[in-house]
């Protein structure tokens, strides 16, 4: 699915402006999930957003390339991770009316998010609609 892919590849984007930018400096969830990964939040930082992109390309490669049955929920799990990324760094940079790392990307995560979902509404075949029948 190329939009999956284009979401996947805009977070790869993503992670690297908030690598850059020392996001682990300057946000406490960012040090938090580094810390996660090494004692060097730099390291760290970049292992895990590394790991994200990694599981996106599976996701696109594997799940949703290949028609699991598990496609549709990991894509809409990518929709709603971007989203909350994407709205969550723009409200952060507004709300301190300055740059904040991720901010020059976080409009892509929306549109891309907005975009995926969009197509997976017009791929989501209707429920079955239930009629009463005696």
């Not at 020392?22 to 406490?28: A, G, M, Q, R, S």
């Not at 390291?43 to 590394?50: C, K, R």
């Not at 390339?65 to 971007?82: D, K, N």
């Not at 740059?99 to 209707?126: H, I, K, M, N, V």
Request: charged fraction near 10%.
């Amino acid at each position: 699915m190329i939009a999956l892919g284009t979401l996947v590849a805009i977070q790869a984007a993503h992670s690297v402006e908030e690598c850059l930018e020392h996001l682990w400096e300057v946000h406490p969830l960012a040090r938090f999930v580094a810390s996660l990964f090494s004692p060097d939040l730099a390291t760290g930082f970049a292992i895990g957003n590394a790991l994200l992109v990694a599981f996106g390309v599976w996701c696109t490669f594997g799940p949703v390339r290949l028609g699991w049955s598990s496609a549709a929920v990991l894509a809409w799990l990518w929709v709603a991770i971007e989203a909350i990324n994407g709205f969550s760094h723009i409200a952060w940079s507004a709300f301190v009316g300055a740059y904040r790392p991720g901010l020059l990307t976080a409009p892509f995560l929306l549109a891309g998010a907005a975009w995926l979902a969009r197509r997976l509404q017009r791929e989501t075949p209707p429920a079955p609609r239930r009629t009463n029948t005696p």
